[in-house]
T-cell receptor, first 115, second 111 residues
């Protein structure tokens, strides 16, 4: 069973469209994240949720809206897509990140291409 | 902002040789972790070292941590072609609740 699964794996869309990426984890973790990896492979955290509540929003544009219906799911909705949104988006989960023992588990990524 | 900086950005060695990658960070940390990313795939956790540990081993991996210098190194011994990947260090700062990544080292093992 896949621990962290995200769909779709590839997403090609036109500028101005709205799209969603879904993420589910079956590890029983309390914390889930969205990361963005750009073309230079920089991984930057976007959001962090703990038990369905937003705890980190790294100055991401309002066009990005995460939604966590329960602690096993964290979806990412993007409005009015722009060319600069093209990247690979990773979902991840972990136990409480405030402890000294936490490791994160990542999904396979969603490659978003805005044309 | 990026917490970690990795050195080198790219490393190419022959199969069987050892590969060493370094990571520096800026703030006090709870732990430091190393991840591997194969091309087109997600990140896979390799090893975690806590702030009160100095060295840790896992199979062919050896990680060191020097909190006075705010640096860590990852050594892969007896490298194999399958080790070809990007390697990232990541830290959780004290009091923070997020894992922050360095920019990664792209390792190529030549057969």
């Amino acid at each position: 069973d896949t621990a962290v699964s995200q769909t779709p794996k590839y997403l090609v869309t036109q500028m101005g469209n709205d799209k969603s990426i879904k993420c589910e984890q079956n590890l029983g973790h309390d914390t889930m994240y969205w990361y963005k990896q750009d073309s230079k492979k920089f991984l930057k955290i976007m959001f962090s949720y703990n038990n369905k509540e937003l705890i980190i929003n790294e100055t991401v544009p309002n066009r990005f809206s995460p939604k966590s219906p329960d602690k096993a799911h964290l979806n990412l909705h993007i409005n009015s897509l722009e060319l600069g949104d093209s990247a690979v988006y990773f979902c991840a989960s972990s136990q409480d990140p405030g402890t000294a023992y936490t490791e994160a588990f990542f999904g396979q990524g969603t490659r978003l291409t805005v044309v | 902002s990026q917490q970690g900086e990795e050195d080198p950005q790219a490393l190419s060695i022959q199969e069987g040789e050892n590969a060493t990658m370094n990571c520096s960070y800026k703030t006090s940390i709870n732990n430091l972790q190393w991840y591997r990313q194969n091309s087109g795939r997600g990140l896979v956790h390799l090893i975690l070292i806590r702030s009160n540990e100095r060295e840790k081993h896992s199979g062919r991996l050896r990680v060191t941590l020097d909190t006075s210098k705010k640096s860590s190194s990852l050594l892969i011994t007896a490298s194999r072609a399958a080790d070809t990947a990007s390697y990232f260090c990541a830290t959780i700062s004290q009091g923070a609740q997020k894992l922050v990544f360095g920019q990664g080292t792209r390792l190529t093992i030549n057969p």
